[in-house]
T-cell receptor, first 113, second 115 residues
Framework: DGGITQSPKYLFRKEGQNVTLSCEQN?????MYWYRQDPGQGLRLIYY???????QKGDIAEGYSVSREKKESFPLTVTSAQKNPTAFYLC????????????FGPGTRLTVL | AQTVTQSQPEMSVQEAETVTLSCTYD???????LFWYKQPPSRQMILVIR??????QNATENRFSVNFQKAAKSFSLKISDSQLGDTAMYFC????????????FGGGTRLMVKP
């Protein structure tokens, strides 16, 4: 079945450590996105990529980094520079053209201990 | 920059009744799209309905319909014959045609359907 997978579902990190969240899609979508969701709040865009080997910062990119070496994959690294990384992280993908629905993965819950 | 506001943090409705969730947005753009997404307790985001700004006719998907008022920049979601499975967070989202495919989300409304 086509879809988006994110792993792991739950992730625990010690302060000062970098951690990488995985996002893979087999929908043949060009565009991919990373969002952060805090309790009781909406989604905020961290990074997005419209094509392989290209990506742009979203509204809250500080303390995060991404890569887009393959069309199917868009991993997100939460660095030690991110001051408050505990949150729910959602990955999404879509066709590049506008008005197209974004399809979301199941999310990763990151907790910093 | 666009902003999306959902003024009702929480709402409840009796099963089989109708409920309307509010959403307003602020933009200087003329061509855009609006979406309602549902996030059930599983936290999987699911598209409920979409509306193209250039269309005057309100979108409808089974029990879900919107009231799109472009001049007022309002985009409310009406759920008819509410079901227990409609219990979820609902997010309104704005997409600017001139800014790729990025979405700006509202803060969400938590809907509880009561038996």
């Amino acid at each position: 079945d086509g879809g988006i997978t994110q792993s792991p579902k739950y992730l625990f990190r010690k302060e000062g450590q970098n951690v990488t969240l995985s996002c893979e899609q087999n929908l043949n979508h060009d565009a991919m996105y990373w969002y952060r969701q805090d309790p009781g709040q909406g989604l905020r865009l961290i990074y997005y990529s419209q094509i392989v080997n290209d990506f742009q910062k979203g509204d809250i990119a500080e303390g995060y980094s991404v890569s887009r070496e393959k069309k199917e994959s868009f991993p997100l690294t939460v660095t030690s520079a991110q001051k408050n990384p505990t949150a729910f992280y959602l990955c999404a993908s879509s066709l590049r053209t506008t008005h197209n629905e974004q399809f979301f993965g199941p999310g990763t819950r990151l907790t910093v201990l | 920059a666009q902003t999306v506001t959902q003024s009702q943090p929480e709402m409840s409705v009796q099963e089989a009744e109708t409920v309307t969730l509010s959403c307003t947005y602020d933009t200087s753009e003329n061509n855009y799209y609006l979406f309602w997404y549902k996030q059930p307790p599983s936290r999987q985001m699911i598209l409920v309905i979409r509306q193209e700004a250039y269309k005057q006719q309100n979108a409808t998907e089974n029990r879900f319909s919107v009231n799109f008022q472009k001049a007022a920049k309002s985009f409310s979601l009406k759920i008819s014959d509410s079901q227990l499975g409609d219990t979820a967070m609902y997010f309104c989202a704005f997409q600017n045609n001139n800014a790729g495919n990025m979405l700006t989300f509202g803060g969400g409304t938590r809907l509880m359907v009561k038996p």
